[in-house]
């Protein structure tokens, strides 16, 4: 009996240990925010807030190309708003984008957006600038002097700022929503609809004969940049079927032997959830027919080709030469960590036979 007593003990201990580990009570906090209004503005009290300016990230230079994202604490930002005649009821227009493993909540807000509930006035851009010393630049102008944590934090924080600025009203009545404190849903107030943020779910594809891989690029592309086929899943498609689709619609082929890699969101050119896939064309099938209506051009490309562009330093930004190289996407993008993973285990495949 003594023996069961300890077994389950142990047992009751590590259960407990497990549900109070820091992601879990880091999510549930998060939870708690995003539902109780009064928990999330009393978390803004101790958080920190980044700055936009019509979904412009305010940023600031730092050595090397790269870009610093900086953080206002409460009293920094009531300080700034004070500057310009604003009250700290602004800082409630602001959105939870996360939070840190020490539960400080991050949140977002733009100074430059106007909302159909909000009474304050947009705030000018060039003044802000000189008073914080930095400036609002696009997101996809500074993606790639960006580090990966603060990459996806702006991601997140510029899709929920552009979903509120486009769902100020509801769609059913025509009366102005309002977000709740964390500005994970609206509400009509006439109706009671919710509106939650959504992402738009592309489906982006790594096509294999067994030697080479399928590489395409559009005309807005950089000069040279090739990369994996992509395109929005149709309402009552499953991936698969979304796949098969894309694929013969770009490229007239078939595809078989489909397998899901990873995902990741994409915030260009509004909001996505990338579902990354590799698949293989059906046996004979490689003869590629381009639809002129969504690509520029699409052509196979041998694993020496591949390999030798991703080894390839500096940026496609910076090759703007005349005789351009076959260039890929930056590893920011799940693209060149689909690419990689394909040259690799082809690498590993020739070492092995």
């Not at 982006?204 to 040279?224: E, H």
């Not at 890699?261 to 046996?283: D, E, G, R, Y």
């Not at 496609?316 to 285990?345: C, G, N, R, Y």
């Amino acid at each position: 009996m003594s023996l069961y007593c300890r077994t389950v003990c142990r047992r009751k201990s590590f259960w407990c240990c497990r549900l109070l580990s820091t992601y879990v009570t880091k999510m549930r906090y998060l939870f708690e925010l995003k539902e109780d209004n009064e928990a999330c503005r009393k978390a803004q009290q101790t958080g920190v807030f980044y700055l936009f300016h019509d979904l412009a990230p305010l940023l600031q230079q730092a050595s090397g190309h790269r870009y610093l994202v900086p953080r206002l604490s409460r009293a920094e930002l009531e300080g700034l708003l004070g500057k310009f005649r604003q009250d700290s009821q602004r800082i409630e227009d602001s959105v939870l984008i996360g939070c840190s493993n020490q539960h400080e909540a991050w949140f977002a807000l733009d100074l430059g957006l106007k909302s159909a509930s909000s009474v304050h006035a947009p705030l000018p851009k060039s003044e802000i600038e000189a008073e914080l010393r930095g400036s609002f630049i696009t997101l996809r102008q500074a993606v790639f002097q960006l580090n990966s944590m603060d990459s996806s934090l702006l991601f997140t924080a510029q899709a929920l700022l552009r979903w509120h600025d486009g769902h100020q009203f509801c769609s059913r009545s025509g009366q102005p929503t309002e977000k709740n404190m964390a500005g994970s849903k609206r509400v009509c107030p006439s109706n009671k609809i919710i509106y939650y943020p959504q992402m738009a779910p592309v489906v982006i594809t790594l096509v294999t004969d067994g030697a080479r891989c399928l590489l395409a690029r559009q005309s807005s592309f950089p000069k040279g940049l090739y990369s994996a086929l992509a395109g929005f899943c149709d309402i009552g498609e499953s991936v698969e079927e979304a796949v098969q689709r894309e694929v013969a619609e770009e490229v007239g082929l078939e595809v078989e032997n489909l397998r899901y890699s990873a995902s990741q969101h994409w915030p260009f050119p509004n909001s996505s959830l990338m579902i990354a896939c590799h698949a293989t064309v059906k046996p004979g099938q490689t003869e590629i027919q381009v639809n002129r209506r969504e690509l520029e051009a699409a052509a196979w490309f041998s694993l020496d080709e591949v390999a030798t562009a991703l080894r390839r330093k500096g940026s496609f930004m910076q090759q703007q030469s005349d005789a351009v190289p076959l260039m890929l996407p930056p590893k920011l993008a799940i693209a060149h960590h689909m690419i990689k993973s394909w040259v690799e285990t082809q690498t590993c495949s020739s070492l092995a036979a």
